[in-house]
């Protein structure tokens, strides 16, 4: 009988490898949720209490956000790119995605220090406003073109701007 290799062992285990890492964060997330609910029973304050309600709220929303678009985003992904390089598409995708997360959380960070929150914030939401507003329109145009009886040859004829 072969012996089976580390690869081969990570391969049949591949499959949960990913569930486990969304239980371990959400295991570790519920240290800090348990600590602010201690010092909110301490404090009994009600900003103490209305922080806990905003921060429960805006990581519901956050993880709301997130599902969408990672949902999305690997949808599209998956129809723009070619069976033969849909496994490094992918990949790349998550390079390109894990750096720009990186890049825009040391940003954020050196704008709230050195210019304060709404500075960092309006910063932010700019280019977000502006990524859905292109692509709410990317989507407009393909789908009047689609109305109109134009065929589109491919579906990267649409991302380029004219």
Do not use: C
């Not at 391969?11 to 890492?21: E, I, M, N, V």
């Not at 209490?49 to 949902?71: D, H, P, S, T």
């Not at 790119?81 to 390079?95: D, K, Q, T, Y």
């Amino acid at each position: 009988m072969p012996t089976q290799g580390p690869q081969t062992l990570l391969t049949s285990y591949q499959g949960y490898l990913g569930p486990a890492a969304g239980v371990a964060a959400s295991l570790l997330w519920t240290f800090p949720a348990l600590f602010f609910t201690a010092a909110g029973k301490r404090i009994g304050t009600v900003g103490v209490n209305a922080l806990r309600i905003g921060l429960a709220l805006m990581f519901v929303l956050g993880g709301m956000g997130v599902g969408i678009y990672e949902a999305v985003e690997d949808t599209i992904a998956a129809d723009l790119l070619p069976s033969e390089i849909r496994g490094s598409g992918f990949g790349v995708l998550a390079v390109v995605t894990g750096l720009g997360d990186l890049i825009s959380s040391v940003l954020f960070g050196w704008a709230w220090a050195g210019a304060g929150i709404r500075i960092a914030a309006s910063a932010v939401l700019i280019p977000m406003i502006a990524g859905a507003m292109l692509l709410i329109h990317l989507a407009l145009r393909h789908q009047n073109l689609e109305e109109k009886g134009g065929r589109i040859a491919d579906d990267r004829d649409v991302i380029k701007l004219s």
